[in-house]
């Protein structure tokens, strides 16, 4: 939906509106996932597609966070390490350090506060 072009520049998707129609079923971690983020997920009973609903706001507030800030979160280590042009961590933790800044990120705005590295 978005990713990090090194050095320095976020490219955010354009999504479709709310309902998505995705082919097959969503793998657990990816449902909940999105269930975190306020979507409703129903797979088919037949497995050959997934809906995902979208509440009022809900997208918006996913878009944001596991987003923007995940890859927001991909940034700051890179400029944490003082490296812009190559990758500084292995995927694993770079994704992970991205998905805990995110996730930082979100409890710092529903409590008034910035985020922190």
Partial sequence: MGH??????????DQPPSPWSV???LPEREQDRLRRAGA???PSDDGLKTTVSWPEGTLKD???FEVLMHEV????IQQY???RGVRVARTKDHEAFA???AYRCRL???QGKECEK
């Fill in 4 to 13: 990090l072009s090194v050095p320095g520049r976020i490219v955010i998707y």
């Fill in 81 to 83: 390490k003082g490296k």
């Fill in 62 to 64: 996913f878009i944001l």
């Fill in 73 to 76: 979160g991909h940034h700051v």
């Fill in 40 to 42: 409703i997920v129903e």
């Fill in 99 to 101: 998905d805990h800044f």
């Fill in 23 to 25: 082919p097959g079923t």
């Fill in 108 to 110: 710092a705005y529903h």
